[in-house]
């Protein structure tokens, strides 16, 4: 044991020797909560609004000054026909034109559609805007995230991507890091179980990725504003399930590649666009074609996501993500199955 914790001690110190990896760790984490909770959002706020009314009835007049009283909407310019605003919006000076038509009875909704998914949106906050609520049918209750704040969609996901990019991606360096400088082969002849050895290099890895966590979850609440919804005990016990499997994954990379460059290329390619891609963090699976539906079964980010955005947004029990708990153990317990007998195929 005291050699294992030797080890662990040499590794730590080794990480922490190196800035740049401690700037991966710890800055990338920051720096993406903040663009993804400010800068890159889906909110809408501030949409630049044309009115076309050759003039405005009492009707007209109420339906515009609910426009401006939203924060949703700002009224930038009046104007006599509806080729008029769509010039404005060709020339990107709008995003949405409000065309009242015979005798504003009816109302036209125009819109820039390059961004269907933002196009679509903006046509229905008008739309609820616009509407009455007296002779509102419909009511409309939105649970769990009654400010339609983005960030309480990306949180869990950025915990997803980065917990799986920092942990997989670290780990292998580590490892083909030693095997570039031929350490590795110093490290195994020695008496410690090469066994250990992984170990040991893994155990600091997982100890900053707690870290890490804690300081995404400390951002999201404080900064943010993202609830905790959930049991925090089960929100670190899931977390930390799945940071085994990243670490699992990273072991299995270090197997294969031979150079620090092929690990980082196969890290990117195994990595980077499963998780962007097809773990539902950008994009709804259901949406996808049916091929890629199969294909994002096997990625495991996907599942680690949907448990955390019941865990945290919806405050559900553990009972309510049996299913993604249940699927991220399994492939944690074949990634590291499958790693370690490699690993040590290669020494014999």
Request: with cysteine.
């Amino acid at each position: 044991m005291k050699q294992f914790y030797s080890f662990v001690i040499k590794e730590t110190r080794h990480i922490l020797r190196d800035k740049r990896t401690m700037l991966i760790l710890f800055g990338m984490p920051v720096v993406l909560m903040l663009l993804f909770g400010f800068a890159i959002t889906n909110d809408v706020k501030n949409v630049r609004t044309i009115i076309v009314a050759p003039y405005l009835s009492p009707q007209a007049q109420l339906a515009v000054e609910r426009l401006s009283a939203s924060e949703y909407f700002t009224i930038t310019a009046t104007v006599p026909a509806t080729r008029d605003a769509e010039q404005l919006i060709r020339r990107q000076q709008a995003d949405i034109a409000i065309v009242f038509t015979h005798q504003h009875q009816n109302i036209q909704i125009v819109t820039d559609g390059t961004d269907p998914n933002m196009a679509q949106q903006w046509t229905n906050y008008a739309q609820q805007v616009i509407m009455n609520p007296s002779t509102t049918l419909i009511n409309t209750k939105m649970l769990y995230n009654p400010q339609m704040k983005s960030a309480y969609n990306f949180v869990p996901a950025i915990m997803g991507m980065l917990l799986m990019l920092i942990c997989a991606m670290m780990t292998s360096i580590s490892v083909v890091r030693e095997k570039e400088k031929g350490t590795m082969e110093v490290l195994l002849a020695s008496p410690v179980r090469p066994l250990t050895v992984i170990l040991a290099k893994a155990v600091p890895y997982l100890v900053m990725a707690i870290c890490i966590l804690v300081t995404i979850l400390l951002m999201a609440r404080h900064v943010l504003g993202v609830p905790l919804a959930g049991s925090l005990f089960w929100i670190i016990i899931v977390s930390i399930i799945y940071i085994t499997l990243a670490l699992s994954l990273g072991l299995l990379i270090s197997n294969i590649a031979q150079t620090q460059m092929t690990a980082l290329l196969l890290s990117a390619m195994v990595l980077i666009m499963p998780v962007v891609m097809l773990s539902g963090m950008l994009f709804p699976l259901e949406s996808m074609p049916q091929v890629l539906q199969c294909v994002a079964t096997i990625i495991p980010p996907r599942y680690y996501i949907e448990a955390m955005r019941k865990l945290m947004i919806m405050g559900v029990g553990i009972h309510e993500v049996s299913r993604e708990v249940s699927v991220l153990t399994i492939m944690t317990a074949l990634l590291l199955t499958v790693a370690l007998a490699k690993f040590k195929k290669r020494l014999e």
